[in-house]
């Protein structure tokens, strides 16, 4: 499975931005794909994942603010990001899930637990 992600650039404090995830290869429709993000001096983090059912998981600093969608038909997965702050400020990875791993909140927010990362997109909020 081969990601590119796109779509981040620079947005205001309290602006919307959506970032998108595009997958090559096959049966992407049945993998969970989840976006992280990594801060300078800090570890990569996670934001949302979502299955192959839609069911969904996000990190509390994404709660209420950030929507993960997926379309099957187009092989992308979309992170909006709204009300963002200048703590968003990251690079936004998006990854696939390993297979015949649970959905669970304890394997989604793990990075090891994927195996297939996208290159990242930046994400600056300025204030």
């Known amino acids: 499975v081969q990601l590119q992600a796109s779509g981040g650039g620079l947005v205001q404090a309290g602006g919307s931005l959506r970032l998108s995830c595009a997958a090559a290869g096959r049966a992407f429709s049945t993998r969970t794909m989840g976006w992280f993000r990594q801060a300078p001096g800090k570890e990569r983090e996670f934001v949302a994942g979502?299955?192959?059912?839609?069911?969904?998981y996000y990190a509390d600093s994404a709660k209420g603010r950030f929507t993960i969608s997926r379309d099957n038909a187009e092989n992308t997965v979309y992170l909006q990001m709204n009300s963002v702050q200048p703590d968003d400020t990251a690079i936004y990875y998006c990854?696939?899930?390993?297979?015949?791993?649970?959905?669970?909140?304890?394997?989604?927010?793990?990075?090891?637990?994927?195996?297939?990362w996208g290159q990242g997109t930046l994400v600056t909020v300025s204030s």
């Open positions: 979502i299955n192959w059912i839609f069911d969904t």
């Open positions: 990854a696939s899930l390993r297979r015949s791993v649970p959905f669970t909140s304890a394997v989604v927010f793990t990075p090891s637990q994927y195996d297939y």
